[in-house]
């Protein structure tokens, strides 16, 4: 009976590890398919539907997963993903962020921290962030998209997979996947 016992207690804390999220690493890694989704979007404050099929048929897409707008690293990342839109739009790609938080405000955060650049979308009850398995709880334990980038071919490929909460490297590592992209093609 102890050895049952003993195994039982291995693989129930095995399959507990198992469950529990890596951090630096997303679910849908390099390889999958990217889920197709429609969301409402605003860019420059003016809404808009935001579909990723659509968004695709003008070349890669690097898709950002943040928290909530008007947080301090969201706004972080935010800026930096704005410093670098007409670098990403000069190799054929666009820039489309994706919260679950503070969806209410997406218009004004897409005017004020995206500074006109980009798309930003809101994931009411993170729907499409589940999709993409990257999602995380808050304090309250809400449902929130987690800090996760990805850029996905034109044909829907998915690749890059990059999560951390830490906003500073989303744009190098997304901008050195839309260049070895675009290396490949020529």
Known sequence: MTMRKTMATILGLGL????????GIAA???????????????????????????A???????????PAAFTPGCTVEAHLFAEAADDFTALGA????????????????????????????ADPGARVAVKYDTTMRSGDQTLLSDRTSFVIAPDGTILLSYTDRNPQAHVEKTMAAVRAWKARRR
């Open 16 to 23: 507990l590890l198992a469950a529990l999220p890596a951090p």
């Open 28 to 54: 849908l890694q390099q390889g999958a398919k990217a889920p197709d989704f429609t969301l409402s979007a605003a860019r420059a404050g003016k809404p808009f539907s935001l579909s990723l099929r659509q």
């Open 56 to 66: 695709l048929k003008k070349g890669p897409v690097v898709l950002y997963f943040f």
């Open 94 to 121: 666009s820039v489309i962020g994706v919260t679950a938080g503070n969806i209410d405000r997406v218009a004004e955060f897409s005017r004020s921290e995206c500074r006109d650049k980009f798309a930003v979308a």
